[in-house]
């Protein structure tokens, strides 16, 4: 696992662990984890990640349990992959849309 790859385990796993507002700056799939604002704030440089550390306090603790529970659970991201493998298998003629063989249904 590279240095990155756990870079974004952390941003995940962190709010789900310690409802813990994040900090950081604005490097490959961090917009794409933390809400700016919402869950924590997405910086530029030095200058706006000392100015947010001031302004964590206006980032409520479970807004970010909330958000880690609608985008990052298990359960979630399984339904996630299978949306997707449906999508996959309709597109090459498979008509079954349904993952019967892991009694799961997606809709």
């Given at each position: 696992?590279?240095?990155?790859?756990?870079?974004?385990?952390?941003?995940?796993?962190s709010p789900?662990?310690?409802?813990?507002?994040?900090?950081?700056?604005?490097?490959?799939?961090?917009?794409?984890?933390?809400?700016?604002?919402?869950?924590?704030?997405?910086?530029?440089?030095?200058?706006?990640?000392?100015?947010?550390?001031?302004?964590?306090?206006?980032?409520?603790?479970?807004?970010?349990?909330?958000?880690?529970?609608?985008?990052?659970?298990?359960?979630?991201?399984?339904?996630?992959?299978?949306?997707?493998?449906?999508?996959?298998?309709?597109?090459?003629?498979?008509?079954?849309?349904?993952?019967?063989?892991?009694?799961?249904?997606?809709?």
């Amino acid at each position: 696992m590279t240095g990155q790859n756990r870079l974004v385990l952390v941003l995940i796993e962190s709010p789900c662990l310690r409802n813990t507002q994040l900090l950081a700056y604005r490097r490959g799939s961090i917009p794409e984890i933390i809400e700016d604002r919402g869950t924590g704030f997405v910086c530029e440089g030095l200058d706006e990640m000392t100015a947010a550390i001031q302004r964590i306090p206006e980032i409520d603790r479970r807004r970010c349990r909330w958000t880690f529970e609608q985008r990052f659970t298990v359960e979630r991201m399984a339904q996630d992959y299978l949306k997707v493998y449906e999508r996959a298998l309709d597109k090459t003629g498979n008509k079954e849309t349904e993952s019967t063989s892991f009694g799961i249904k997606v809709f």
